[in-house]
Antibody
Framework: QVQLQESGPGLVKPSETLSLTCTVS????????WSWIRQPPGKGLEWIGYIYYSGSTNYNPSLKSRVTMSVDTSKNQFSLKLSSVTAADTAVYYC??????????????WGQGSLVTVSS | QSVLTQPPSASGTPGQRVTISCSGS????????VYWYQQLPGTAPKLLIY???QRPSGVPDRFSGSKSGTSASLAISGLRSEDEADYYCAAWDDSLSGPVFGGGTKLTVL
């Protein structure tokens, strides 16, 4: 079955860049869309953006100026970079597979999540 | 503040039927399917309902979804202790050109 696993530093200093990678197993990344979602401690879910294997992206307008997503089909991985982070970016970051249909919020499966804390 | 509005909490006793509401707008729920996610304590969200009223394989038929206009509901019948979790609704939003989530509802089984 398809499995996703986030990896990256758990601690990032303010003003620096948060970098996470999601490794996909059990399915080729060259299908579907691949998403990033985050959840601040004790709070709800926030969509960050998604990327297609071709490299086309769609970002949340509230984060667009700071977000970059990329895909590496040779490694079956996709990545997230969030620049100029502040304490407000402290959250559990999830990667998930998104359905192919336009306008869908079909997200399945999800990775287990990676807690990133922004602190000096 | 979330674009989709959910009650922060809900509760019920074992065996009861509970419903969780989700209110949106014409650019979100009014124009698109609704999705529901279940997040058990300490775990990642799991897809519970898609296309407003469809269950993925493996989801018990105790869970059902419905949509009317700019609102949607998740119903859980025959409540069990293992249903205690946070539930999130989601929908595509044309204003955002992306998905929006509700703030989540914490379900307590008394």
């Amino acid at each position: 079955q398809v499995q996703l696993q986030e990896s990256g530093p758990g601690l990032v200093k303010p003003s620096e860049t948060l970098s996470l990678t999601c490794t996909v197993s059990g399915d080729s990344i060259s299908s579907y869309y691949w998403s990033w979602i985050r959840q601040p401690p004790g709070k709800g879910l926030e969509w960050i953006g998604y990327i297609y294997y071709s490299g086309s992206t769609n970002y949340n307008p509230s984060l667009k100026s700071r977000v970059t997503m990329s895909v590496d089909t040779s490694k079956n991985q996709f990545s997230l970079k969030l620049s100029s982070v502040t304490a407000a970016d402290t959250a559990v970051y999830y990667c998930a597979r998104r359905g192919a249909a336009a306008g869908t919020v079909w997200l399945d499966p999800w990775g287990q999540g990676s807690l990133v804390t922004v602190s000096s | 503040q979330s674009v989709l509005t959910q009650p922060p909490s809900a509760s019920g006793t074992p065996g009861q039927r509970v419903t969780i509401s989700c209110s949106g707008s014409s650019s979100s729920i009014g124009s698109h399917y609704v999705y529901w996610y279940q997040q058990l304590p300490g775990t990642a969200p799991k897809l519970l309902i898609y296309s407003s009223d469809q269950r993925p394989s493996g989801v018990p038929d105790r869970f059902s979804g419905s949509k009317s206009g700019t609102s949607a509901s998740l119903a859980i019948s025959g409540l069990r202790s293992e249903d205690e979790a946070d539930y999130y609704c989601a929908a595509w939003d044309d204003s955002l050109s992306g998905p929006v989530f509700g703030g989540g509802t914490k379900l307590t089984v008394l």
